[in-house]
């Protein structure tokens, strides 16, 4: 068992007139291009319900677990998962520590919604928009004080005099070097269907922490993924079993 650290704009120009007419209108075009990426982080940051939380309010915590992670295995994360697609991320919708789907108390989790680009493997289909979890998430501190059980709570109390600590107002959970997901990129995931007892709640579980979330870039068979821990660009045909 392996430690797991827990861890376009493209402008086309089309050149129809002499030099002249291309200076006068280069500011015009970079203008343009300013204001579609101002307007771009504006729609990302409305969507991102993370972005309005003032970051002097917010301790850091995180957590180190062992994670089974097959590196001789190319394809382990593709093939134990039920379904692998790329997403575009359309919004963070908060953080939870009561689970509606497990109906009990979680280690601190990030939920929002997703579009399906492209399917490698599973039953959805591009265009589906998705409701998605991913552990690791930012609470109110009072939540996160609710999920722990009584002998969690007691060593919290023995190392602070008794007292409950109340520093900061939230609390960012996650595991150690895992990578924070970001609204208006796109990713290849590796998803778990899951589903309320009652079944009307129904989301898809990210799983992997940052083995199985890779951001992507590129389009079809030319996509690249982002390996989170070198930091360099791989092929997607690295990750996932293309046709």
């Excluded at 280069?26 to 939380?53: F, M, R, W």
């Excluded at 997703?114 to 928009?129: N, S, W």
Aim: with cysteine; glycine share 6%; charged share 25%.
């Amino acid at each position: 068992m392996n430690k797991l650290r827990v861890s376009f704009m493209v402008a086309a120009v089309l050149l129809v007139a002499g030099v002249s007419s291309c200076a006068s209108d280069a500011p015009k075009l970079a203008d343009h291009a300013s204001n579609q990426q101002v307007k771009q982080a504006e729609t990302a940051s409305s969507n991102d319900s993370y972005a309005t939380i003032p970051s002097d309010e917010i301790q850091h915590a995180v957590t180190e677990v062992e994670f089974i992670w097959d590196a001789k295995d190319p394809y382990y994360g593709y093939n134990r998962a039920p379904v692998v697609a790329r997403v575009h991320i359309d919004s963070i919708d908060g953080g939870r520590a009561f689970s509606p789907i497990s109906d009990q108390y979680v280690f601190p989790q990030t939920i929002g919604k997703m579009t399906v680009r492209e399917v490698y493997k599973g039953d959805i289909k591009p265009g589906d928009q998705l409701n998605y979890s991913r552990l690791g998430g930012t609470v109110t501190f009072d939540e996160y004080w609710n999920s722990l059980n009584q002998q969690q709570r007691d060593k919290r109390l023995h190392l602070n005099n008794g007292q409950r600590p109340t520093a900061k107002k939230y609390i960012q959970k996650k595991v150690l070097d895992d990578v924070d997901i970001e609204v208006g990129k796109e990713y290849v995931v590796f998803l778990s269907p899951q589903s309320s007892k009652d079944g009307k709640l129904h989301e898809y579980f990210m799983d992997g922490f940052q083995f199985g979330l890779r951001e992507a870039k590129g389009s079809g068979a030319e996509t690249s993924v982002l390996n989170n821990e070198t930091k360099e660009w791989e092929s997607l045909g690295s990750l996932v079993k293309l046709p």
